[in-house]
Each structure stands twice: as C-alpha cells, then as structure tokens.
C-alpha cells in the first residue's frame, strides 16, 4: 500500500492507460464486493483510505456528495493520475424500513453499533409491517487538470435499491454488518447466508454498480 500525500492508495501503474477510479472506503467487505462486481470491466481499482465526514439531517444523495466532496479534498493524486481524468468515488448504504418511514436509513451503521443485528429487528416488534429496503448510493467526481488548477469537479449520483423484509432474528454470519437480518424478495435466504457470488448478482451494491458500469461506458465514449 504505498503513501500518497498522507492518504492510502494502491500503487498506480504510470504506463496503465486504464480507467483510474479511486474507490474511498475502509471497509474491506465493501471493496471485495465492489471488486467482483466490477471484475468484468477494464478499469483500474484503487482503494483509498480518507477520513470522511458522518453527516445527519440530509438525503442519501447529499451525504454521498458531501463525502465525495471531502474525499477530492483529501487525495493528493499525481499529475499523471490527474491526466488520466480519473474518478474519485465514495457510497453510502441505508437500510430502510417501511414502517419507520425510512428509518434507520442513512443511520443503519449507528443503529448497528448501539442496538447489533438481534436488536435492529426489534425496531419492527410493533409492527405488521416488515418490509424494507437497502439502498447504495455512490458519488463519482469526475477530476483531472482542472481540478489541480482550482477547478470544479463534475460530481454525478448513482443508486441501486433492492427491496426486501426484515427477519425477526438474524440468520448466516454476522462478518458483514446488518446482512444477517435482510432478506430480498424472491429469495428465502438473507444477505448473510447466500454465496457471496448470489449476492453480488443481486444486491443494492451491485445494482448501483450497474449503474456505474453504464456511466462509464457513456464518459470513455467521449
């Protein structure tokens, strides 16, 4: 992992004329899916670790563009890197329950420490009710020379939503935050007990993925 102005990144190959995305995350579950969801397109993966901001009272789209916002600020990427027009991304991950009228949304990490996977459920014990959603949403910035000089990224917003419900207690692993507990519709297993593969065909992050595959075929057509 080499050290960029201060901040964890991959090492980049300068003759690798690759797409560049920088992918901010420190969670190791989040870029191993990212990484086998994007396995089938020619471009180059970067993990970089930045300290981003937990925002409250705003959209899902706003907090991932606020973090994107941050993360441009933090990476300190080379005149080659900045050449290459590469991409800065960040996502940000709700579950929502339809009860709760969204909540805990973009909350769900928080909720997640203070309540753990058997306690989230019971946000639902009052009610009939048991159905939700998870939703990804990512902010790419697209950066270059420009941006160097002062310039203003173009930041775009990307979400993949699957719906689902709530099981009463968790089911499968507890490796991978409130996967145990979320069941998608057609199927009878939760996040958590399904082949890693299954998932990655079918989840929130791989339909905002999808997504991010489309706009990338749009920009290196330009």
Not at 29 to 54: F, H, M, S, T
Not at 196 to 205: L, Y
Request: aromatic share 8%.
């Amino acid at each position: 992992m080499a050290e960029n102005g201060g901040v964890g990144l991959a090492g980049t190959a300068p003759d690798d004329s690759r797409p560049l995305i920088f992918f901010c995350t420190g969670n190791a579950n989040k870029l191993a899916e990212v990484q086998q969801i994007l396995a089938d397109q020619d471009v180059r993966l970067v993990a970089a670790n930045v300290d981003l901001p937990e925002l409250q009272g705003a959209s899902p789209a706003e907090i991932a563009e606020a973090k994107c916002r941050s993360a441009v600020r933090q990476l300190h990427l080379s005149e080659a890197e900045l050449s290459r027009n590469a991409l800065v991304m960040v996502e940000d991950t709700c579950l929502c329950f339809n009860a709760l009228k969204g909540l805990p949304g973009p909350y769900v990490k928080w909720f997640l420490q203070k309540l753990g996977p058997d306690g989230l459920p019971n946000l639902l014990a009052a009610y009939e009710d048991k159905s939700g959603y998870a939703l990804c949403t990512l902010c790419v910035a697209e950066i270059g020379p420009v941006t160097e000089e002062g310039g203003e990224p173009t930041f775009h917003t990307l979400e993949g939503r699957t719906d689902g419900i709530i099981v009463p207690e968790p089911r499968g692993p507890r490796t991978f935050g409130w996967d145990p507990i979320f069941q998608p519709h057609g199927f009878k297993l939760t996040y958590a007990e399904m082949d890693k593969a299954v998932k990655n065909s079918i989840s929130h992050r791989y339909k905002a993925m999808e997504a991010l595959k489309n706009f990338l075929s749009r920009t290196m057509r330009r």
